[in-house]
């Protein structure tokens, strides 16, 4: 079926990717930094060069390429180069956007801030041993974060769609700094920080049976690291997006 994208309809979408955004954050948590993930020198896997991390992601992302995955406009791969085409059935997926979103994918900016800023403050200093179930969880969270971002594309399409007058000058200007001003909705923007600070404490509350424990509200994940992740990197990043899918937005074809 045809899918209807208002701007009511893509701020809904990145609210409930809020949640897996945040569950994710807590499954990354749960393990200690667990350094030797990221070591090339400690991971000496026969045939691969690089580390753990890299080769979890690699193969993951290989798998699930041949299992259709980034035939889904929403989704972009970490690792583009080498991919194996789908191997499955391809689904009609809608043809919403303009083509010129094929070419954006700033998944190199996510790695870096990822990091750079995020895991540093979201993991415990400590290695438990589990590094592929490290590798796990950092890449489900970066795969969430990274579809939040790029979900910019849809979110810049709909409001192109809702007053291209205001929006075809400062494009055929390649005015970036004019369609940043013009897409950002400050308010929105203190809103989804709110409510993500709340949801990280109801998310990551523990949950007892024990009334003596009521009151006592231990939680899974400091709620500010998930707001300072939406303020400082998430949403600054869906706009550079909706700015570079706009820059795109009148390209003949491609
Ligand atoms: C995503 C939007 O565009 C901008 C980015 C936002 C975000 O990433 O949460 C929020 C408001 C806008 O400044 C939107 O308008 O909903």
């Known amino acids: 079926e045809e899918k209807v994208y208002t701007l009511a309809s893509v701020r809904e979408n990145l609210i409930r990717q809020e ?19 990221y070591d ?28 259709g995955r980034y035939t889904n406009p929403e989704e972009n ?5 080498n991919l194996p085409p789908s191997s499955v059935p391809s689904y009609p997926f809608s043809q919403f956007l303009h083509p010129g979103a094929a070419s954006i994918n700033i998944n190199k900016s996510i790695l870096k801030m990822y990091f750079k800023d995020l895991l540093p403050s979201l993991a415990t200093p400590g290695d438990d041993g589990n590094y592929a179930e490290t590798a796990a969880a950092d890449l489900s969270l970066m795969q969430a974060i990274s579809r939040r971002i790029h979900y910019g594309k849809f979110v810049a399409e709909v409001k192109f769609r809702d007053a291209p007058q205001d929006y ?20 929105v923007e203190e809103t989804v920080t709110k409510r993500v600070e709340k949801k990280a404490t109801v998310f990551g509350q523990e949950v007892s049976l024990d ?9 899974k994940l400091t709620p500010t690291l998930a707001s300072a992740l939406y303020k400082n990197g998430v949403i600054p990043l869906t706009k550079d997006v909706q700015v570079e899918y706009l820059k795109r937005r009148l390209n003949e074809g491609i």
């Open 40 to 67: 090339e020198k400690y991971a000496q896997i026969p045939g691969f060069s690089g580390s753990l991390f890299e080769f979890v992601v690699k193969n993951t992302e290989d798998i699930q390429a041949k299992a």
């Open 19 to 37: 949640d897996t955004i945040i569950y994710a954050l807590i499954e990354r948590a749960k393990f200690p930094f667990n350094s030797h993930t």
């Open 211 to 219: 009334s003596e424990n009521d009151g006592i509200v231990k939680t």
């Open 168 to 187: 075809e000058p400062l494009i055929r200007a390649k005015d970036s700094e004019g369609l940043m001003k013009l897409l950002t909705f400050p308010s």
């Open 77 to 81: 791969p970490f690792f583009p180069e």
